[in-house]
């Protein structure tokens, strides 16, 4: 395999164990969730905007935001066999005795690159 360079492997010592814990509800789940979050808010806001209870500005930076965690869950769902496979290399990685040994010797050390030698 390719080397990793992710800017999320630089948690440290400490990612693989976190990311790869299960969320609650599967991905898609959660897309649909958003989805209906967006519809409900395109429905909503141009109401609240009228009414003086939200401003547009805040109204349009609101849904862009929520837009944007939508794009953010599609991105992970179309990648999520190449992350897990990546989470798998460093937890494997996390658990060999010298790393762990490299670890206590440099206590601030992060894990930030990994490279497969195909050994």
């Known amino acids: 395999m390719a080397g990793i ?3 999320a492997a630089q948690g440290g010592a400490s990612f693989g164990a976190a ?9 898609a ?3 649909a969730c958003v989805a209906s979050e967006i519809a ?3 429905r909503v806001y141009p109401k609240w905007v009228n009414s003086k209870r939200m401003t547009a500005e805040k109204a ?5 935001t929520m ?3 939508r794009r953010t869950l599609q991105w992970l769902q179309a990648n999520e066999a190449r992350i897990k496979s990546k989470v ?3 937890t494997r990685v996390e658990s060999e005795a010298a790393f762990r040994a490299a670890l206590a010797a440099f206590p601030d050390a ?3 690159y990994i490279q497969e030698t195909g050994e």
């Open 29 to 31: 789940e959660q897309i």
């Open 5 to 7: 360079d992710d800017s």
């Open 67 to 69: 837009q944007a965690v």
């Open 19 to 27: 990311a790869a814990s299960i969320p609650a509800s599967p991905i």
């Open 60 to 64: 349009a930076a609101e849904l862009e």
């Open 40 to 42: 409900m808010r395109e």
């Open 110 to 112: 992060e894990l930030n």
């Open 88 to 90: 798998e290399i460093i």
